[in-house]
């Protein structure tokens, strides 16, 4: 039956069995499940089937409480009824949904070939174990599932991980493209079911390290293997630039080899050689910091910092207008809570946007702590000739511009600012802001109630969000504020 015939029910039944993208399309699917061929070649992500559909957004549409901030009048969703389809294949379209970002011209998207990396590894157990775990767990989190769904991904996890073991055996040398792969999602895994909680780091980080540096080690890749490395790179950069590294971890990761882009962007100057940059600084600061005091190598510290203060304005300001948020004063909304609202409202163009100008928060944050942890010493102070207050007020500036960013990135306001109830909620935005946030609550000298509000918003993101950490990173932060450790003044 040809996918071009004018669709109707005949018999109860659907005309085109077909991917909706196909559907749209008016082309011939080839039905493989769970994705779609015709749209793997075309290096798009498949939709998936209208079965499948209907069931994820039948629950995704429905309204969320615009107040973010009173997590305590969270009530429970009501729970799924028996699914019409496979439970697998709705997970594995729910889990694309929500954190695969097609790239948009220059924009740059967001684990964009996973859906292509999926098609093209059909017999690799462990790599399909691995994004069944992750599939499971983000719905089950999402959707307040119950503890069947959860121990259902973590058997997947288990299997996946004696599968990848028993692989390595042979692949330890020369690790593919699925055994990278395999260990970047059980990573990201670890973050959802909040097993990644700092103190006691997810065991997948190291393998992200060690086989990258393997990988980067061998002959020339093919573009698809540089889109896997240098997404990777990216994330073990994050991870060292968030959790302030020691010094030995941070000197290996920052001699790793630059897969550079072919096409320069505003994206891939900041991936490829800002936040590089600011991660083996914070860890040149962090290793001087360890050592009794030595002036000389502190300036040679503070000098590179300052010049890479200097090239993350240059980026800002040199951005073409379709990257630069839109900034919307004095919002007039309302909320449940009365504590605390931002001065303004921060909101990008599209996902692709918001994860570069996260990172380039971030990075800001980096750079920031790292000078005023030099210059809160007396014997630097004296003679580094930099204002402590225009420091501090710096990084304040940031944590409130990353406060601004909040309901965007939650999917709470539209664009001109208004509160919805059904908004893109989508788990990468959410995955996103909760890492700028760990930074944002530890700037110091905050107003208890923004620092509360901040704390409050990670709450939200682990129960409406389904992102696990935000509640483990949560409780750590909350903790180390009755300590009253929580400031950013010192590397820790």
């Known amino acids: 039956m040809s996918a071009t015939t004018k669709v109707g029910p005949r018999d109860g039944r659907l005309k085109s069995k077909g991917c909706l993208a196909c559907i749209r399309q008016k082309v011939k699917c080839d039905e493989n499940k769970p994705h779609c061929l015709r749209c793997q070649r075309g290096h798009r ?45 709705v997970a594995i379209v729910h889990f694309f949904h929500n954190f695969v970002i097609p790239p948009d011209g220059l924009f740059p998207g967001f684990l964009e070939l996973l859906p292509r990396l999926v098609g093209m590894n ?14 499971m767990a983000t719905l089950a989190k999402t959707k307040h599932m119950g503890s069947e769904y959860i121990n259902m991904a973590r058997t997947a996890y288990g299997l996946a991980l004696q599968s990848l073991g028993s692989s390595l055996q042979q692949e330890k040398d020369s690790p593919s493209a699925a055994v990278l792969a395999t260990v970047d999602i059980l990573w990201r895994y670890d973050l959802i079911m909040g097993e990644d909680n700092l103190a006691c780091r997810s065991p997948h980080t190291q393998g992200q390290l060690e086989f990258l540096k393997t990988r980067l080690s061998k002959e020339k890749s093919n573009d698809d293997d540089k889109w896997l490395n240098r997404s990777v790179r990216t994330g073990v950069v994050m991870q060292r630039i968030i959790l302030h590294p020691n010094e030995n971890a941070a000197a290996a990761e920052a001699n790793l080899p630059v897969e550079t882009s072919m096409l320069e962007t505003p994206s891939s100057t900041l991936r490829e050689r800002l936040l590089p940059w600011a991660a083996s600084s914070g860890a040149q600061v962090s290793a001087c910091l360890r050592k ?36 919307i004063p004095n919002p007039q909304f309302h909320t449940n809570s009365s504590v605390y609202l931002p001065d303004c409202l921060i909101i990008f163009p599209n996902i692709s946007v918001s994860s570069i100008w996260t990172s380039y928060y971030i990075a800001q944050l980096s750079v920031l702590k790292s000078i005023a942890a030099i210059n809160s010493l007396d014997s630097m102070a004296s003679i580094s000739a930099l204002d402590s207050l225009d420091v501090q007020s710096s990084l304040v500036a940031v944590a409130d511009a990353i406060c601004s960013t909040v309901p965007y990135m939650l999917g709470l306001i539209n664009s001109s600012g208004e509160v919805i109830a059904e908004g893109d909620t989508r788990c990468a935005k959410a995955f996103f802001v909760t890492r700028s946030l760990y930074l944002a609550v530890q700037v110091s000298g905050l107003p208890d109630l923004q620092v509360q509000w901040m704390l409050d918003t990670l709450e939200f993101i682990g129960h409406e969000r389904g992102v696990g950490q935000a509640l483990i990173v949560k409780q750590d932060l909350a903790v180390r504020r009755e300590l009253g450790i929580l400031g950013l003044s010192h590397l820790s």
Do not use: H, K
Not at 122 to 135: G, K, L, M, Q, T
Not at 300 to 318: F, H, T
């Open 45 to 89: 992500v498949c939709p998936g089937y209208r079965d499948q559909q209907r069931v994820v957004f039948r629950y995704e549409n429905r309204p969320e409480t615009p107040g973010i901030w009173d997590t305590s009048s969270r009530s429970p969703s009501p729970p799924l009824q028996p699914m019409s389809t496979d439970w697998l294949q």
């Open 122 to 135: 059909p017999d690799s157990s462990y790599f399909n174990r691995s994004v069944e775990a992750i599939s």
């Open 292 to 327: 009794p005091l030595d002036v000389e190598p502190l300036m040679a510290c503070l000098e590179s910092l300052q010049g890479l203060r200097r090239a993350l304005q240059e980026w800002e300001n040199e951005l073409p207008l379709e990257w630069r948020p839109t900034v």
